[in-house]
């Protein structure tokens, strides 16, 4: 399983970006998939997880109302929707597949490169 995450970029508070997440390979359709970000210095953290379906979802209490995480299965990729962007939104964010619905990374078995994020004030 091959997870290419992009979307990416500069913009500045309060602006959006949707960030993609495109499987290839042994496909990531039907698995729980995730949305984690890493900022400098910080440990990284879950962000968002969708259930295999697309009708789960749950979010970190720093993104909620914010960010929406969705799927599309026929495309083998999962988006993430970034709204109202705030300057410690700023990270590396990662995608990543598991086969359970859950926000613990430690189940989460293959990962994407990464796309950076930054927000600007």
């Known amino acids: 399983v091959q997870l290419q995450a992009s979307g990416g970029g500069l913009v500045q508070a309060g602006g959006s970006l949707r960030l993609s997440c495109a499987a290839s390979g042994r496909t990531a359709s039907s698995y729980p998939m995730g949305w984690f970000r890493q900022a400098p210095g910080k440990e990284r953290e879950v962000v968002a997880a969708?259930?295999?379906?697309?009708?789960?979802?749950t979010y970190a209490d720093s993104v909620k109302g914010r960010f929406t995480i969705s799927r599309d299965n026929a495309k083998n990729t999962v988006y993430l929707q970034m709204n109202s962007l705030k300057p410690e939104d700023t990270a590396i964010y990662y995608c990543?597949?598991?086969?359970?619905?859950?926000?613990?990374?430690?189940?989460?078995?293959?990962w994407g490169q990464g796309t950076q994020v930054t927000v600007s004030s």
């Open positions: 990543a597949r598991s086969l359970i619905f859950t926000t613990r990374q430690n189940n989460y078995h293959y």
């Open positions: 969708v259930s295999g379906s697309g009708g789960s979802t």
